[in-house]
């Protein structure tokens, strides 16, 4: 019997995501003010192109598509250096990164619930339904 499933593992790498892009963000919203500063970003959509290029389902039927095992996939940090908003060659923008950071709260709030739900479910299994 595995006590920690995949959906354990799933939320656990979403919070190192989720960690991770705050970390981005709030070096981005510190450094707005510091010449040629370039913001960075935490990509995950590249690694999900890459997923999606090698899927490897299993089939059950033969229009299914082939099963694949995404693993421990990392998420990359990426620097915008194709852009610049103000003068002194600094391209963070304020506005995208307060709501950016909002947005990342929100997920990384739902994250946790969730987990909380689970462990509280391991909880109720251990202690006999009580």
Excluded: C, W
């Excluded at 920690?4 to 510190?30: C, F, P, V």
């Excluded at 299993?58 to 421990?72: A, I, Q, R, S, V």
């Amino acid at each position: 019997m595995k006590v920690i499933d995949n959906t354990m593992r799933t939320l656990e790498n979403s919070l190192h995501y989720s960690t991770a892009k705050n970390k981005a963000i709030s070096n981005n919203i510190a450094n707005v003010d510091t010449p040629n500063y370039k913001a960075q970003n935490v990509s995950f959509q590249s690694m999900l192109d890459e997923a999606s290029n090698n899927l490897n389902l299993k089939k059950t039927y033969k229009k299914h598509l082939p099963e694949t095992n995404l693993g421990n996939r990392q998420h990359s940090i990426r620097t915008n250096n194709h852009t610049t908003y103000n003068h002194n060659g600094n391209n963070v923008d304020m506005d995208k990164e307060m709501a950016d950071l909002a947005e990342n709260q929100i997920f990384y709030r739902s994250l946790v619930d969730r987990l909380n739900g689970k462990f509280q479910t391991m909880q109720t299994v251990i202690r006999g339904g009580k």
